[in-house]
């Protein structure tokens, strides 16, 4: 906890913010790159279909992620060419973490 | 076999069961900083008011040897006894005996002293110790814990129901204390998590210690799931025996009275309490103080969501229930867990006849993606469903800033507060003076060749105008502007008159609030 200030209906009140919070914010930054695939759950990575310079369209599977004993494929979310793999068969990966990278 | 046998013989059996899982597993129990299931039992319970109840009951499991095997009171104690002299029903799980683990005989226990609690119409305390499921018992284990799970649902707002953790409990053994209506928990004792730390681990990678993910702190302060926290077993117990003070043996009596005594201050000053700017924090507790019987305060989940502050005190020696914003922490707003701590508790209150008094300052909700992304239209719903459920006496009391849906939400004579006072310092409006400046006089001060003068004249304007209680009061909003040094004593002969409420919800099945 720390004293701060927050901002309701354009009025700032000065107050004390808990640390919980800030934490929370952090988790819910926008995720407004599309273009950077993240893993939504760790897990470890079972398949990569594509690799660098890879045209990729809309939906294509790019990779599978297995987490809690289920293989999850993980589709291209926008279309375009596969800039960057981050990761390689087995590899352990945690929550958030940038898998691949289009452009 | 003579009588005199027969009774050495019970005598002997009685003996053995009684020491639980032997001398080598009390000594180990001791070691680890924790009481035994029956030394637990005689420091709550009012002196040798203990009734046991089943003592000789066994378990029926056939398979992986436990036919050979006997448990002593198959690993858990169950009667009746009085706390403060109120009747109460009680179990403590046996961590010496088979870790306290839950089998089928074990579980029947825990669902008879239920049902007998409900029978007669009094709380009942569970102390849970316990590894979990017997595994060799399997699917029998399971119907054990959904007995239990479903008396605690029969039994929510019937009886008020304890749970207090000394021990482990994992797993789906976590949802009795969940459904219950209290949580106590201890420093360093009290564990519980649906997984533990070692599947988190070899399913995810990730490391945690078991304090750190179900620890007493942890669910005082992060997930919101204890109520109270202790430093010892002792300590706990003494937070029990205090809460009895306050509720009723079931929802058909009205809580306990006591003599009303004054509060520990000499003059109810509010210039010493409030600041001058609205726009710096106080400690809400301090107006608690000042109205209260004792100035004393039972706080209720205190380290969670502190922004909001819930527990029990008495007003003219009648027990209350005390919802307020505090400014102290996020200028007071309501937020998804504020909303969620404030709902239950009152729903607590509602459902055992305690009246509640609601104290308001707060300048609205918490703005961000994060509370919208984590549902506070869902989570706020709970917070305004629960008072306008609410049949018992409401008190309102507006101490400072009530803005927009927070003003609404915070028990409004629109929610259907029996009465609703405010203080001469009270700003009932739909919002802050800035706000409401900017957006009504928008063009004026975009168009005046000084705009932060003209924005400033606006909001000058704006709160001599509005941010006070007079206009909501000439619309019947507000009962009473009164006079803050009167404030008790204006409080207990409102609380005296509208104590005889004979509110009703209606008849049906049950209603939906959001969850």
């Not at chain 1, 993240?38 to 809309?58: C, M, Q, R, S, W």
């Not at chain 2, 207090?164 to 928990?185: E, K, M, N, R």
């Not at chain 2, 380290?303 to 527990?311: E, H, Y």
Request: glycine residues 8%; charged residues 25%.
């Amino acid at each position: 906890m720390e004293k701060g200030k927050i901002n309701v209906d354009f009025t700032e009140y000065e107050t004390n913010i808990p640390e919980s919070l800030k934490k929370l914010r952090r988790t819910y930054r926008l995720n407004k790159n599309k273009k950077l695939v993240k893993a939504f759950i760790p897990g470890n990575i079972k398949a990569v279909f594509v690799k660098e310079g890879d045209k990729v369209v809309l939906g294509q599977k790019l990779l599978v992620l297995e987490a809690m004993k289920m293989e999850n494929e993980i589709l291209a979310p926008v279309n375009g060419v596969v800039k960057k793999i981050n990761v390689k068969l087995e590899d352990r990966v945690g929550k958030d973490q940038i898998l691949i990278e289009l452009k | 076999m003579s009588i005199n046998e027969r009774i050495r013989s019970w005598f002997i059996k009685k003996e053995k069961i009684q020491k639980g899982g032997g001398e080598k597993a009390i000594e180990k129990q001791y070691k680890k900083g924790k009481l035994t299931a029956r030394d637990r039992i005689n420091a709550l319970l009012d002196k040798d008011s203990f009734f046991e109840t089943d003592l000789f009951v066994e378990h029926k499991a056939k398979e992986f040897g436990l036919d050979k095997k006997t448990l002593a009171a198959d690993g858990v104690i169950t009667g009746f006894g009085r706390i403060n002299n109120h009747k109460v029903c009680i179990y403590a799980q046996d961590f010496t005996v088979a870790g306290g683990s839950l089998g089928r005989m074990h579980a029947l226990k825990i669902t008879k002293i239920m049902d007998m609690a409900m029978k007669i119409g009094v709380p009942v305390i569970g102390i849970n110790d316990s590894g979990g499921a017997r595994i060799q018992e399997g699917v029998d284990a399971l119907a054990g814990y959904g007995d239990i799970f479903l008396r605690n649902t029969k039994a929510s707002g019937v009886i008020p129901q304890i749970s207090v953790i000394l021990g482990p409990c994992a797993g789906g053994a976590v949802y009795s204390p969940a459904l219950t209506d209290f949580v106590f928990v201890v420093r360093n004792i009290s564990n519980m998590f649906i997984t533990g730390p070692q599947i988190i681990k070899s399913v995810l990678g990730e490391e945690i210690t078991k304090e750190e993910l179900g620890g007493a702190e942890t669910h005082f302060t992060v997930t919101g799931n204890a109520h109270f926290i202790a430093d010892t077993e002792h300590d706990t117990f003494k937070q029990i025996r205090k809460l009895f003070e306050f509720i009723p043996p079931n929802y058909k009596e009205k809580p306990p009275t006591t003599y009303s005594v004054e509060p520990n201050i000499e003059r109810f000053d509010i210039t010493s309490i409030l600041p001058e700017d609205p726009k710096k924090p106080y400690d809400m507790r301090d107006v608690i103080g000042g109205i209260v019987d004792k100035s004393e305060f039972f706080e209720v989940q205190s380290g969670w969501a502190s922004n909001i502050i819930v527990g029990f005190a008495h007003l003219d020696g009648k027990p209350i229930g005390i919802v307020a914003n505090q400014p102290l922490m996020l200028a007071g707003v309501l937020d998804v867990d504020s909303s969620d701590k404030a709902a239950r508790f009152v729903r607590f209150c509602d459902a055992f006849n305690i009246p509640l008094l609601t104290l308001v300052d707060m300048p609205g909700y918490l703005p961000g993606i994060d509370q919208e992304y984590a549902g506070v239209i869902r989570h706020g719903a709970k917070l305004l469903y629960a008072f306008s459920e609410a049949t018992v006496p409401k008190l309102t009391l507006i101490v400072r800033k009530a803005y927009g849906g927070g003003y609404i939400a915070m028990c409004s004579k629109h929610l259907g507060a029996d009465l609703v006072y405010a203080w001469p310092t009270a700003e009932i409006a739909v919002m802050g003076p800035e706000g409401a400046a900017n957006i009504i006089f928008k063009k004026e001060i975009e168009n005046s060749p000084n705009p932060d003068e003209m924005r400033k004249l606006k909001i000058k304007e704006y709160t001599e105008k509005f941010a006070n209680p007079y206009l909501a009061a000439s619309h019947g909003y507000v009962d009473a502007v009164i006079n803050p040094e009167e404030t008790r004593k204006e409080l207990i002969k409102g609380l005296n008159f509208v104590l005889s409420n004979k509110d009703y919800m209606g008849n049906k099945k049950h209603g939906n609030i959001p969850l």
